[in-house]
């Protein structure tokens, strides 16, 4: 009878803590810290470890309440050593960091780690990262690799463009042109602007991968869209040169334009060529030599011999 009562006291109080976390949570998404506050604090004194995540955050943040890190890691800490993987996972980050508390590398490490290997895929870019550029810890590429792609699979684009660079270069394992292409691939359909270019760039240069002017049209005009200047640039080529595409001089000098609009310096000079000579646009010398002379500032060689040419033309 009276293991019949526990048990019974039992689900309540769980049932009790649920819907209590859940008010919250949902307290706190909806910005109402206060009343978020209120229902932490009492799970987090009865050691509930959500709540102690989220008290932490909050004492972290200031949120409803003062901001205080050295309380806030206290919190997190004890929720971590409960299993909480995201508070493991912000325990490391602010002993990496030094936020709020003293740096500690090798101590956040193992914090990171723990959260990473339940899968936290912050947790597994940040020792990715880390281990990669060897600044803050020795460097150590096949666990990068390893770390980089755990969090790919898990569909960070970020991830994926890394692990698809190491497979290219063969750096921390094996080079795979095919797995690099598959990873570009991942990485580029997520909208990572550096991915499509490089994978519009191999499919352009035929390299690794077919010969395919229609798909590196493509991808050079999704990373263009999203504001990438070289992309930018060989979007103009590609309608300068009517290839993946019909040629078209006016698109091709609007591309160029937007390319050197954004200080990319051989658009700066192809914009100029192309108003000194009226190709997709008026002429316009004054607008030619202004734009030639920016590529000539940023070094480009080229462009002094056609800004020369230009100052000749004005001259006679």
């Known amino acids: 009878m009276m293991k019949r009562l526990l048990f019974i006291l039992g689900c309540l109080f769980s049932t009790t803590v649920c819907a209590t976390l859940n008010d919250g949570i949902k307290a706190f998404d909806n910005q109402n810290y206060a009343a978020a506050l209120a229902e932490f604090r009492t799970l987090a004194n009865v050691g509930n470890a959500e709540a102690r995540y989220y008290l932490g955050i909050m004492q972290k943040d200031g949120l409803g309440m003062p901001q205080d890190k050295g309380r806030a890691i206290a919190w997190l800490k004890k929720s971590a050593r409960q299993g909480h993987a995201l508070s493991n996972y912000e325990v490391g980050k602010m002993l990496l960091d030094g936020d709020g508390v003293t740096q500690d590398v090798p101590d956040a490490i193992k914090w990171l780690t723990v959260a990473a290997n339940a899968g936290i895929e912050p947790a597994q870019i940040t020792l990715a990262t880390l281990y990669s550029e060897g600044t803050r810890t020795d460097r150590n590429l096949p666990q990068a690799i390893s770390?980089?792609?755990?969090?790919?699979?898990?569909?960070?684009?970020?991830?994926?463009?890394?692990?698809?660079?190491?497979?290219?270069?063969?750096?921390?394992?094996?080079?795979?042109?095919?797995?690099?292409?598959?990873?570009?691939?991942?990485?580029?359909?997520q909208g990572h602007t550096e991915a499509q270019y490089t994978l519009a760039y191999l499919h352009m240069e035929g390299k690794h991968t077919p010969q395919d002017y229609a798909a590196a049209f493509q991808w050079f005009e999704k990373a263009a869209n999203a504001q990438h200047p070289e992309a930018q640039f060989m979007l103009g080529y590609l309608y300068d040169q009517g290839t993946g595409v019909a040629k078209n001089a006016r698109s091709a000098h609007e591309w160029y334009l937007k390319a050197a609009n954004q200080g990319y310096g051989e658009a700066q000079l192809m914009v100029g060529y192309l108003y000194f000579v009226g190709k997709g646009t008026r002429k316009n010398p004054q607008l030619a030599e202004e734009w030639v002379a920016k590529a000539v500032a940023q070094g480009n060689t080229k462009a002094q011999k056609t800004l020369d040419d230009i100052r000749k033309a004005q001259a006679q």
């Open 147 to 189: 770390w980089f792609e755990k969090s790919a699979r898990q569909g960070n684009a970020q991830s994926q463009f890394q692990l698809a660079n190491s497979f290219f270069k063969g750096e921390g394992q094996p080079q795979d042109y095919a797995q690099a292409i598959y990873w570009y691939q991942q990485a580029a359909e």
